[in-house]
């Protein structure tokens, strides 16, 4: 019975592995996305308003109060502001 035992946690433990390694494998990607005047952001992979704070943004971007397009990364299921766009 314990020999059993031991090659089903065995069996469970080699599933949940390749799992788990495949959800890591997956690649960032980047994005073009859109920071409105209310702070939400919607990308264009993403059209739901995203709120300001259920996304991440880096150290110096200052959002104006205007909408902002801004490249944006996914790092697994985050979003990630990582530069605004020059619209000049």
Known sequence: MA???????S????VMDN???????????LDFGLIKKNGSLITNTFQKAITKEDYTVLEGFEHKGKDTRVLVAWVEDEAVVIGKLDES
Do not use: D, V
């Open 3 to 9: 020999a059993k035992t031991g090659k089903g946690i």
């Open 11 to 14: 069996k469970l433990a080699k």
């Open 19 to 29: 799992r788990m390694r495949r959800q890591s494998e997956k690649p960032l990607s």
